[in-house]
């Protein structure tokens, strides 16, 4: 096989397409990474929603 006019043989092409592993299983990771983070920020944004009292009027229990 030739690349860019050089001869590659088998351990060179194994190297190739082992670096090619390697940088999209980093691109995976990065991406479930940054999808993971803004998971967090939504929950801790729902919690902070939760835990702050209603703007409603408040009769001070379930029972009024």
Not at 3 to 26: E, H, N, P, R, Y
Request: aromatic share 6%.
């Amino acid at each position: 096989m030739t690349l860019f006019g050089q001869t590659l043989d088998a351990q060179q092409i194994f190297s190739l397409i082992s670096m090619l592993a390697v940088l999209a299983l980093c691109m995976v990771t990065l991406r479930r990474r940054l999808e993971h983070d803004r998971q967090v920020k939504r929950w801790k944004k729902e919690q902070a929603a939760r835990q702050s009292p209603s703007r409603g009027s408040d009769h001070g229990g379930p029972w009024g």
